[in-house]
């Protein structure tokens, strides 16, 4: 009996040690810090939560003069910290890159991604795209900036051969590399390259979760997130382009380093300027249909294409709508929304991306307070839902005695 009475205490104590190994938090991936981690303050001139601009110098090895070229940054802050940053804070960052003749200042005052990144603890960069244009009397036009990315500076397509009435030769950059194609619209400058220097720069200036860092943009800056997927994807963990698809001949996903990362793509279904279905745009452009886009990125990804409904809290508003390609074999997400919209600012842009964000991440995009009080609900809950299996080891010792 004596021996019996032992055996019911030990398993009954066991109970209890394995109710409270279950009713520990599960550990979160661990951050990725960036060698900026290492410094108190924020860069000379910078502040939290102001936008700062800053210059950086582009050695293109294909031209024969440095180029300067401008970004746009906001460093979130909180109250307990508003001039500088704690080393061990290790933040998200987003690229959002700005449309066609569009504006890296404007993007950074025009929408809410600025107000979403000190909400969700994330640093926002703003590139500024590059116009080296010079028509034949001379003028240059500053107007004209852009994105060299998935064909906007390489398409042939003959569809817009005889309608284009834009010659790629008045930029300077493709006239110095012999280059003027007759459906490009954008200068030869390695946009890439910038994004590298960029990025490099923050790295080593900056406290960053390598982790946590994002490529988003509309429209050519849509055009831009797909030309990082296609040549950089490394760097990236997720990628948002906003109604901006590949040129036709210009679609590769080939690039190993894409294996595991999430594609959010969002695009109105009456767009004219990048047609959803592919049609010749209104500028005599052909593009990849969005949707041959996001299923090629599924097929790489191993996707089922028994696509499901991705639901938000924003499916009611101009028919805004999502559909998932689940269980890919890498483990990424891809999700296709759709709005009924043209070339236009799609609804709740800024609450979907980290809407999607948060969920991607085991790394949470948003802070989370780690205390012993929620520790505590958290045993509590756990407690309550096992409480049959302890009162019957409680039971089933009275009974043996």
Request: proline share 5%.
């Amino acid at each position: 009996m004596r021996n019996r009475l032992s055996l019911i205490y030990y398993l009954f104590v066991f109970a209890i040690l394995l109710q409270i190994t279950v009713s520990l938090p599960s550990e979160k991936a661990k951050p990725n810090p960036s060698t900026g981690c290492v410094y108190k303050h924020l860069p000379d001139g910078m502040m939290t939560d102001k936008l700062t601009k800053h210059t950086i110098l582009i050695d293109d090895p294909r031209l024969k003069s440095v180029v300067t070229r401008h970004f746009y940054i906001r460093v979130p802050g909180t109250n307990q910290d508003p001039y500088k940053r704690d080393s061990n804070h290790e933040r998200a960052l987003t690229f959002y890159f700005h449309g066609y003749q569009g504006n890296a200042l404007d993007v950074a005052t025009k929408y809410e991604y600025n107000l979403m990144g000190r909400q969700e603890d994330m640093i926002m960069i703003y590139p500024e795209g590059l116009s080296d244009f010079v028509t034949d009397e001379g003028v240059e036009l500053s107007d004209l900036q852009g994105w060299n990315a998935v064909g906007s500076s390489d398409s042939d397509d003959p569809k817009c051969i005889a309608a284009s009435g834009f010659s790629q030769c008045g930029f300077k950059s493709c006239k110095e590399l012999n280059i003027c194609h007759s459906c490009a619209f954008a200068s030869c400058n390695n946009d890439t390259l910038f994004v590298e220097e960029i990025l490099d720069w923050a790295i080593s200036h900056l406290c960053i979760d390598q982790s946590r860092i994002v490529a988003t943009g509309l429209s050519n800056g849509g055009l831009m997130t797909y030309e990082l997927i296609t040549k950089r994807p490394d760097p990236f963990q997720a990628f948002i382009p906003i109604y901006g698809v590949p040129m036709t001949g210009f679609l590769n996903f080939s690039n190993p380093e894409i294996f595991g990362k999430p594609l959010l793509h969002i695009h109105g279904l009456n767009d004219e300027w990048i047609p959803f279905n592919g049609s010749l745009s209104n500028f005599n452009v052909s593009f990849v249909p969005a949707t041959d886009v996001v299923e090629e990125y599924a097929r790489v990804q191993g996707c089922s294409f028994n696509r499901e409904i991705w639901s938000t809290p924003f499916d009611t508003i101009n028919s805004f709508q999502c559909i998932e390609y689940p269980n890919c074999q890498t483990g990424a997400k891809v999700v296709l929304c759709t709005y009924s919209g043209g070339h236009t600012y799609p609804p709740m842009i800024e609450e979907t991306t980290f809407y999607f964000l948060n969920q991607i991440s085991e790394q949470p995009w948003r802070k989370e307070t780690k205390d012993f009080a929620s520790f505590s609900d958290t045993f509590a809950a756990s407690y309550k839902t096992d409480l049959a299996t302890v009162l019957f080891f409680q039971m089933l010792f009275i009974f043996c005695m």
